[in-house]
């Protein structure tokens, strides 16, 4: 008896280890550029955090204006325990602004975002984490990219496919409001188009292929129109 016992502990041990052998982490995808609000381009220690989620919901990636180091410590303390609200604040006054000094923390980039999305491989035999985009050439992975401001609700700015590792993308995002519609205008080029150019670069070309097939046509106007922002 003790020795069957001891075979279905070993074949359940076997079971788990087959079943929790967990995917291989890829260098980040990294997303980075302009993020447009009203037409003004949103600057280092504003409250606007970009993010990006898989389908199921899952963040994996995130790029908070007010905390561009990501270390837990508002930017606008950082730079000053003088500042509104910092007095007292842990890590205040300990920002570097030397190189160059311009009022931005060195170690961000400037009042550009930078979104590191999480990938993995997921060769046969390992199991999909839920954390990370995983990489696949024949049936890329939708990911979602979307904006907070303000603290308040999250709304989607763009959809974007990920199959390459560590990919680095110059992306224009922008709040979806009228002027993401004049954006759009002056980069429409229809189906499989190319940039028109003139006003139309290719950061904001990218940035108006809402649905990341690599044109600017009526379904990239569609996607404005089922997430606009208002105004
Ligand atoms: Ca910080
Ligand atoms: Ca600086
Ligand atoms: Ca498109």
Redesign the pocket.
């Known amino acids: 008896m003790s020795r069957v016992i001891a075979m279905v502990v070993v074949v359940n041990l076997v079971v788990t280890c087959v079943h929790v052998a967990a995917a291989i982490p890829e260098p980040d995808v990294v997303l980075y550029g302009t993020v447009l609000r009203a037409g003004q381009s949103v600057r280092q220690q504003d409250a606007v955090v970009v993010l990006a989620r898989l389908g199921s919901g899952q963040e994996i990636g995130r790029y908070d204006f007010g905390d561009c180091n990501a270390d837990g410590v508002r930017d606008v303390c950082e730079r000053s325990c003088s500042n509104p609200g910092c007095t007292g604040v842990t890590g205040c006054g300990t920002a570097r602004d030397t190189s160059p000094a311009d009022g931005l923390l060195d170690d961000c980039p400037g009042n550009l975002y930078a979104l590191r999305v999480r990938t993995e491989s997921v060769p046969q035999g390992l199991t999909a984490t839920g954390q990370a985009a995983v990489l696949n050439l024949a049936s890329p992975t939708s990911v979602q990219i979307l904006i907070q401001v303000g603290g308040g609700a999250e709304q989607p700015i763009r959809q974007l496919w990920i199959d390459e590792r560590g990919e680095i993308r110059n992306i224009t995002l922008s709040v979806l409001d009228l002027f993401a519609f004049r954006n759009f205008s002056r980069c429409y080029n229809g189906p499989q188009g190319a940039s028109p150019g003139g006003l139309c670069d290719a950061a904001l070309f990218s940035g108006a292929?809402?649905?990341?097939?690599?044109?600017?046509?009526l379904?990239?106007y569609a996607f404005i129109q089922s997430h606009f922002g208002g105004n």
């Open positions: 292929d809402y649905d990341d097939d690599g044109d600017v046509d379904r990239d």
